[in-house]
């Protein structure tokens, strides 16, 4: 048994008490009870009401990352061009996927401070369209920046491009419109916003990516990354292997936390909490490291230098027994991450966190103007705080 | 929320109440706690302690069929020859695998009703043994007929051949003994005779098959499925991905459960519950669908023809509100399988099983020698009753 | 930890996965949270359901006994006549309770295999009547047998007597109609059919009764077994002391459980497998040890003398690791309940059970017809079978 | 089901994960299980072990009060005169429960803003000393005053005088010390700083106690408040009901909670977050209730007379979301109060508070002398700040 430690940040999230309970129950066998199937096309379709598509979607037992390999694997053929949009370590890793299964990335990298600029891609693409899909990742939580993929997706639909969406850690912190947006693949995971346990990966799939796969000349080189493994498992009756149910439970329950408390106001809460921290930062006198594009689901802050986000993440884990994280790559000294996403979107927890940050810089000399905590409820009261 | 229905299938098994409020605990965050990966090696070690090897053992997250994948994706490369041998629909299906990673199955196959004629396989291999690996399965469920591989494993490794067992479903019920027996790579999964939930995939990794996967011309054709992504995760710190947690924490105690047991009383219990269904099976004027190889995780009963397993099955279902399994493919309307493995491996689960089995027969015109619960209890007793 | 053992007796009773879960959940804080006592009162009003009254009802955090004290410390005063009546070691033990509290018991006592002659209390009566109150056990579990309140009430209150009536192991079994028999005080428990977990006692009061406690010369000498320190707690908007709420959850899903499934149907569930119990008991060649009074919660059968109840207790428990009751009192060696009330009743684990105890008998030299388990199956097709 | 409300106040507290957890299992039932009594005998002597002794301690079903009631009504016999030593309300509620049971009390009163001066009850004392026992609240809640039991105890017994100390607050937060403090009757609740479940009622007896109800001329005039009924239990085999399984289950892993952590450091940490919570009210320019007699588990602080206590908590919970508590009787709007005791004695859960007391004094007009939660971790750091 792993002793629990406290921790704040983009993911895993704090799972709430009737999710963690919906786990200990006695399940059904999924390979037998046949109202198996149809409940797992009910969570199916719940997670797309949260997606807000009316596209199939399909529950992968495995992390969010298998959502990107099925996406990949399922869609390219040796030799396909695929567009890589990148502005951010996720961003520009999905290459790597796109060669493994044989397809040719072209990568298009744009500044990693700010959101994706719609125009530049448009006048790429004038040029260049010739691709079967393209990559974007909706929140690339490194560095903390948002696409805006409502209007990245359906300028590639424009010139036939199919796009895939890594939206793990962007999802329910805002709204992501699959259909509204005309996105082919949404791929998501249990563990960030969702607020369920790790160990589910997401996947809408339209009728454009279908007819994709389906079309192939090759076969699909895997098998567990297969979407089409799933394809017609109601009428067959029949799914591609044991499913989770354990996992599914949870995840269901998750979901309907979500919709009990109504998708706007999770977005509200979502987005109240969120400019009121990035109000505080600032106001304390800390930089954020983007300049726009800012997501609802996490906040990244630049630490002084002479302090360092590696030694201050360990002071505050060593003295105050939080756990933070700091970010990846050539980030990892630099940014703080404050990930305020799903179930870690309360008043009350941020409350605690920034009061310990707001003391950890100040043990190690930087002094901000005033308390970060007290700033962030100054920031909440401007509208009205509602801490629920 | 899916509503329960009691079951008794060779798998998914009962998960018992400390294995499921193990899972309804707060978890740590295993991408920032940096007591994870000690704990996740230990996880592993236990696992290992199962399958009695001291080779590298890892957890992947998801269905136990990602071991298998795993396994074939690791070593296959484009035109490697892959010996597959085949009593069973798994074991023969183990050639799609081999093929959609590049190899060239060659299956020899062997007659369904009885365990791989070890000397056959040597005759085989005197003529022809340029194989890179081959395939075994250990208990093939449908037929549930029992491989010998502390036989079939060490013929192979005289011919340098490496070997993957497929023992998702006879571990635990018997001995596995990967390292006396020089498997190469032995897969798992977590809800058959483990009895923890559904969602973890397991594989042993000796050292030959480390090599023959770091020594590759080609890169693996994978990720989710790459086993060598975890190579050096100890040394590195990092994972491939977040680990499932709660699963994690639930396989351990379910581990626990079968180490604080004793894996030699596991064993022996499971010996003799097999020993007495079969005994109350045939004395009850039945067949068993082998001849030879009998597993002591499940018990494949031929059902009279003019009855029929499908309609036996559906008649129980109905009338006495219990879900038993029949088999797949050609076997579907033949054979009741009885799965007495894990957690389902108790007096009084079979016991009860029985009687509703018996009972069953009785209304759709089976008349056996008196009754088959009370057979199975007089089988027992002549050794001695143990119901615990 | 106490290790949980396998049991099957006349309460504690099995208690469902989802009302233990329920205890799992944090729970709000009874004294501050304004919405405690509408909920308080809620799962009161549940209680009354089940018992069938409109009357108040109070629930007490003690265990069922504290129910029957504060019957009896809530309406007697010194020198109070009240009318004890007999038949089995409950019903006898009320006039220690009508003692203490300094009023004076007349105890009726009547035959003990027998339920409460009617006619002869009403001989009685019309003799002597000058009596406060009446205390009836409704179902006196160490004979089994069951008393008709429904006639014996409703005569006590022709003649101005008040009726405390002690249904702790009745209720849920069969109808109690609180209301429709007149019962001024009724008294139940938490642990018999109810199935919730122990520590909640539960009384109806009806209008005569608070009369009669509002009507006393003297104070009630008790705090914690005086029913009126609840009296007026809605307009109070206080409890009189801090509630067990854990308790008080678990509760309110035990009594969903039965409202759910149908007051009705519980009741036919009971009268169903009691039915075949008592079918199979017979048929088997053992005597029950009441000739009339059957309840639907438990069966006493007599064990041969040869053989004894403690005797065949101990070797069942030894050999099948199942925990049996005996009785108390002259009864111990002589009976063996058999209790199938609230989650204990239900066909799979009666068979389990029988199956048990015709092996036990068998073993210690006592062969019946046929075996017990199989001869209660057929007692229960010969209307239909309903396993759920 | 009842909604959670986040709530902070002296008791009921926080009740650990796996305390709650423990509830869910399935238990064994007490009334049959052979283990049963030597597991409640451990979990008595696991409460004395933290009540500082040797003498026996009893657990009843029932709330804190209940300990109260059972320690008088197995003293008392008519005509008994009783000191009762009064500081506040608690201290003179015993004087009901001593006339109930036909005592005669005697009420000694002093100042509610000061421990009990023992010098004024030796004085006292000398002249009149004439009583079977004396009561005394060890920490009175509604004045959060602490009486120094260490003193007035060893007096009481220079002089024959058995003492009854009611320590349902106090426990925990700062040693007892039965033994060396030679209390007669220590009486607790589960609720309080021992953080389990509300349901249990523990009381300590020393040998000279229960001589004194053993000699009584007249029977004790209760049953579920007798002490006595549980005298032999272990010798007998038998309690005298059925024990609540699950919350003693609950109450043993909780004690196990607070024995794991260490007795020493368990106060300690009390002590730690006390004297920072005082410091920072009164650096924050608030005055407490009492002058002297501070208690470890629960400050009480003086709202400005122009808000009134009452106000400042309703305000607190309709905008904040957090149920605080005043306190009763003539205190209740005078005086909030902070119970820091158990699981609510951590930093992290005080900072949180305190931040939203600030808040909501400064929203209601008062201007503290800076931010109370920052007072608070500077008190903390004086010494050396510890969160865990």
Redesign the interface.
């Known amino acids: 048994?792993?002793?629990?430690?406290?921790?704040y940040?983009p993911?895993?999230t704090?799972?709430r008490?009737?999710v963690?309970?919906?786990?200990?129950?006695?399940?059904?066998?999924?390979?037998?009870?046949h109202?198996?199937i149809p409940?797992y096309e009910e969570v199916c379709k719940k997670m797309g009401k949260i997606m807000g598509t009316e596209n199939e979607v399909i529950i992968l037992?495995?992390?969010?990352?298998?959502a990107l390999?099925a996406a990949i694997?399922s869609l390219t053929e040796p030799g396909d061009r695929v567009l890589v949009l990148d502005n951010g370590l996720y961003g520009n890793g999905f290459k790597?996927?796109v060669s493994?299964?044989g397809g040719e990335p072209v990568v298009l990298s744009f500044d990693d401070r700010n959101e994706i600029p719609v125009e530049e891609v448009r006048n790429f693409l004038e040029k260049d369209h010739d691709f079967k899909y393209a990559t974007i990742v909706h929140c690339d939580t490194p560095t903390t920046v948002l696409n805006d993929v409502s209007t990245i997706c359906p300028l590639l639909k424009e010139y036939g491009i199919l796009s895939v969406v890594d939206s793990v850690s962007g999802m329910v912190g805002e709204p992501i419109d699959v259909d509204k947006n005309q996105i082919d693949i949404c791929c998501a995971?249990s563990?960030k916003a969702i607020s369920a346990?790790?160990?589910l990966a997401m996947v809408s799939v339209s009728e454009d990516a279908k007819h994709a796969m389906k079309d192939r000349k090759t076969?699909i080189?895997?098998?567990?990354?297969n979407i089409l493994v799933f394809e017609g498992y109601k009428e067959k009756g029949i799914l591609p292997?044991?499913?989770?149910?354990?996992?599914i439970?949870a995840l269901?329950?998750a979901l309907d936390n979500i919709l009990n408390e109504g998708l706007e106001n999770v977005y509200a809460r979502h987005a109240k909490i969120a400019r009121a921290v990035r109000k505080a930062v600032e106001a304390y006198g800390l930089k954020q490291y983007i300049q726009s594009g800012f997501s609802n689901t996490v906040t990244g802050v630049v630490v002084p230098k002479e302090i360092g986000a590696i030694r201050l993440q360990q002071h505050i884990q060593e003295?105050?027994?939080?756990?933070?994280?700091t970010s990846h790559g050539q980030y990892e000294d630099v940014i703080l991450r404050i990930g305020h996403m799903g179930e870690n979107a309360y008043v009350?927890q941020v409350?605690?966190v920034l009061?310990v940050i707001d003391?950890g810089l100040r043990d190690l000399g930087f002094e901000g103007n005033r308390?970060l905590?007290?700033l962030f409820?100054e920031a909440l009261i401007e509208g009205r705080?509602d801490?629920?």
């Open positions: 048994m792993l002793r629990y430690k406290p921790n940040v993911g895993p704090n799972v008490e009737n963690r309970l919906a786990m200990a129950r006695e399940v059904s066998n999924p390979d037998i009870d109202e198996f409940y037992a495995g992390e969010g990352i298998l390999e694997a790597d996927f493994m299964y995971g563990q346990p790790t160990g076969p080189a895997s098998f567990y990354a292997y044991t499913m989770p149910v354990n996992l439970e269901d329950v003295t105050y027994n939080l756990y933070l994280s009350d409350l605690a009061n003391q308390n905590a007290q409820v705080i801490t629920a």
